[in-house]
């Protein structure tokens, strides 16, 4: 199965500079998108995702190091974002990753790290971005 990069799925969007400033109401909603992404499970568990292409919820569970109940639940706040979807096969559900944005993010998260622990050893607090 091909599916788009994230820069693809993104590229139509305009740039940050040029967007009108967040509303109120917009960035609520994206505040409320931020607290569900920040959360140490559902990062692994999207990594997780990203990685394998597709798991069910006990090779996911396992991964992971979580019982599947509590990766179900945890799994079912980024399907209500839309950012999984679930394929039953038989008594499995398997997730994959479907917002086309959610790998970027990820991508951008690992970026973020790493200049931050090189500015942290250079003793360097400016962002140069």
Same mark, same amino acid.
């Given at each position: ?11 139509? !969007?305009?740039? @940050?500079?040029?967007?009108? @400033?967040? $509303?109120?109401? =917009?960035?609520?909603?994206? &505040? @409320?998108? %931020?607290? *569900?992404?920040?959360? #140490?499970? +559902? ?5 997780? !995702?990203?990685?394998?292409?597709? @798991?069910?919820?006990? #090779? ?10 509590? *990766?179900? $639940? =945890?799994?079912?706040? !980024?399907?209500?974002?839309?950012? /999984? &979807?679930?394929?039953? #096969?038989? $008594?499995? /559900? ?8 959610? +790998?970027?993010?990820? #991508? =951008?998260? %690992?970026?973020?790290?790493?200049? *931050?622990? /090189? ?11």
């Amino acid at each position: 199965m091909v599916r788009p990069s994230a820069a693809a799925g993104c590229s139509s !969007l305009t740039s @940050l500079r040029q967007q009108r @400033l967040l $509303n109120p109401v =917009q960035a609520s909603g994206m &505040a @409320l998108l %931020f607290k *569900v992404l920040a959360s #140490e499970t +559902r990062i692994r568990i999207l990594h997780a !995702l990203i990685r394998a292409d597709e @798991l069910c919820v006990t #090779e996911l569970a396992a991964t992971v190091g979580m019982k599947a109940q509590a *990766v179900s $639940n =945890q799994i079912q706040r !980024l399907a209500d974002l839309g950012i /999984v &979807a679930a394929r039953r #096969e038989g $008594n499995q /559900v398997h997730y994959r990753v479907i917002d086309v944005c959610a +790998r970027s993010l990820l #991508e =951008q998260g %690992f970026c973020l790290m790493k200049e *931050v622990s /090189v500015r942290r050893r250079q003793g360097d607090s400016v962002c140069k971005m």
